[in-house]
């Protein structure tokens, strides 16, 4: 499912204009990009968690050449599925 695909499920099962599902959708996706870059968790129960993981420096290799290469520490998004979610998917 894309994001359109969704924008339209949640259209027609809230009656509501897809416009409007569009906006609160974008604004829930833009709060919780700027609440883990703030490095705050973002919990929601039943769902899971979205938070800010450090990655460490480490050595990888240039699939091309085969050349030893550092890849600098860095910071990125993780997701961490809720127990509710989890045993739904099963």
């Known amino acids: ?10 259209a027609s099962e809230a009656h509501l204009p897809k416009a409007q599902c569009e906006a609160v959708l974008n604004y829930c996706w833009e709060t919780i990009k700027k609440t883990v870059k703030k ?5 929601i129960v039943g769902f899971g968690t979205f938070t800010k993981a450090k990655r460490k420096a480490r050595t990888g290799r240039n ?9 600098p520490a860095s910071w990125a998004p993780k997701f961490r599925a809720g ?3 989890k045993e739904m998917v099963k």
């Open 1 to 10: 499912m894309n994001k359109q695909q969704l924008i339209e499920k949640i």
């Open 39 to 43: 490095g705050d968790d973002v919990k």
């Open 63 to 71: 699939p091309q050449t085969g050349k030893a290469i550092k890849i």
């Open 83 to 85: 127990a509710e979610f």
